[in-house]
Nanobody, 125 residues
């Protein structure tokens, strides 16, 4: 019944790297739209990196530092050159496979129906 499970969070110094992993069930992995979001205390949840049918979205704040990838039933977020402002709870999420092919960036929270419970990333200065 658990369809998305994140791992790989932790505490690192600024400039360091982490790789987050998300286990994706088969029918969720069939979705054309899935990716990573984050939420810092007092801030709105925001899309970080999301696969679409024909494109990949990256938030401006992470472009050039983060890379989203997938392999079999796993989805990853490689995070390099981490900054204190990257500190947040990170979530993997997927849109419903039905109709996701016609979605386009930027990601809207309401478009994503299945969410993991999150993994904490803390970056110290």
């Amino acid at each position: 019944e658990v369809q998305l499970v994140e791992s790989g969070g932790g505490s690192v110094q600024a400039g360091g790297s982490l790789r987050l992993s998300c286990v994706v069930s088969r029918f969720i992995y069939g979705s054309a739209v899935m990716g990573w979001f984050r939420q810092a205390p007092g801030k709105e949840r925001e899309g970080v990196a999301v696969f679409y049918s024909a494109t990949t979205y990256y938030a401006d704040s992470v472009k050039g530092r983060f890379t989203i990838s997938r392999d079999n039933a796993m989805m990853y977020l490689q995070m390099n050159s981490l900054k204190p402002e990257d500190t947040a709870m990170y979530y993997c999420a997927a849109a419903s496979p039905v109709g996701s092919w016609n979605l386009r960036p930027p990601p809207q929270l309401a478009e994503f129906d299945v969410w993991g419970r999150g993994t904490q990333v803390t970056v110290s200065s």
